[in-house]
């Protein structure tokens, strides 16, 4: 290598969990390791997530006596991804090799010490597919004590969830008014808060949770990790990359990488020119991911050459803006309203278009669908008295009273009849009437004759358990009636680079740039257009990160 100011094995462009994943592979093979962070805080977009992996026949599913195997997963991802000409991310061979590899990869890092588990019920979302799991395949970290990580807490990202709470145990929570179990958690939580106090413990969960272990187990490794850090370009030498261009006080600074680089550095999300190019119909203002997500590093892959693809798909997470929320925030997720018995959503003429239930994914996909034809960005959920008093609703309890801001800005609409509630939303009020008295009438038959909402245990999974005799369906019919409106929001782009099944970034005629490897949404996911399972984003960027350090050291062997 040559004019390097300095120089590593293996460096990294992201923080995000496929990052530590791969620098804990490298560093278990005596390799030395470099994280460059543009922003200042650690562990990217899967920080701020629910920190779910979807790993089909993983151990704890075996712990647990939860059936899976290669070929049920196979044949899951077969049915629900398929083989299509535009998703060269998601081939068959590529499904294969993470189905290989992803149970290897927790599998390792469980013997690095991290400390894993899952969720006992988190149906696949098309369970009712050949190979679908009902319980589900997720994998996530055990709560985190964040101040294991002295002053270095002050860099890891936080998460949307500040409960000492499990995943888990946080779902839970939103049955407080219909569930004695729910407030035996929640008395639970709450001790467990008082006790953390008393002990100088601070609870992390969710992605918080999983970046914090990882964080704490690759600083234990030795990995060098530098925030505001960026990545400004790839250094070419002879056709093959040989390491990064970033910068040191304020100075470029050139750092060799011996046995390649590693690109996760998120999508392009935070871009509303790519978004413009790509996704039309979308805003950077709907999305959830961290401020670093810009997609810079996609551009500078292409420029070396890099194929992209499936540019045009994104992790779709319908939201909502209260009043109130912070300049730039992400909102708040509605997917929970619009799948509780009690509601629907319309299209701004007031006709229903799809199920209310389902992946969220496929949900804001089928919003940015109509809205070609019929407006309907954003849509209206449309939800009676029932729903406001039984369920948690955008961060309040159930049954309290919602800020009077959320009524006087005209957020929350309310209307003493549906007719009423048309009018103030500009429908025609006997099309909205109708729609509703249509959906009333598939409650009282048991079954969704238009969209089937209900007819998989992730619908029910969605909805009210307790609510019966269906979970997912319940009538429109208890005055006062609210409506708010919902947009396409996201978690975060899918579409990238493509990859080979080592995680090497191809270029267009299927050749790989030597030395170049990517994960994460930066690459073109291998789930293609489709989100079976909740940690259908986090799993794959782990595991590819994996997959790459492990091909690179074969290399360097």
Known sequence: MSNFDETFDWVV?????GSMCSGLAMRAAGKSVLILEKTPLVGGTTAKSGGVMWVPNNRFMKRDGIPDSMEQATAYLDSVVGDHNDTPGATRERRLAYLTNAPKMVDFLVDQGIRFTRISHYPDYYNDRPGGSLHGRT???QLFNVNELGAERERLRPNFLPLPAMLEEAMELSYLKQSWKSKAIALKVGLRGILAKLTGKHWVTAGAALQGRMFQAALKAGIDIRTDSPVKELILEDGRITGVLTEKNGKPWRIGAGLGVLVNAGGFAQNQRMRDTYIPGTKTEWTGVPEGDTGEMIEEMMRHGAAIAQMGEMVGNQR???PGYPPGSMGAGTQKITASPH???????GVRYMTEAGSYMAFCKEMLERDKTVPANPSWAIFDARTLKNYMFLGTMPGTKKPQ??????????????EELGKILGMDPAVLKGTVDRFNGFVANGKDEDFGRGNNEYDAWLGDKYHKPSASLGTIEEGPFHAIPVYPGDVGTYGGVVTDVNARVLRSDGHPIPGLYATGVSTASVMGGVYPGAGSSVGPSFTWGYVAANHALSRSA
């Not at 462009?13 to 969990?17: E, V």
């Not at 009524?407 to 549906?418: C, K, M, P, Q, V």
């Open 139 to 141: 994998v996530v970290a």
């Open 343 to 349: 509601a629907i959503m319309v299209d701004q003429t």
């Open 13 to 17: 462009a992201g923080s995000g969990g």
């Open 405 to 418: 801001a959320w009524y006087d800005s005209g957020f929350l609409r309310r209307a003493d009849t549906i």
């Open 320 to 322: 909502t803006t209260p």
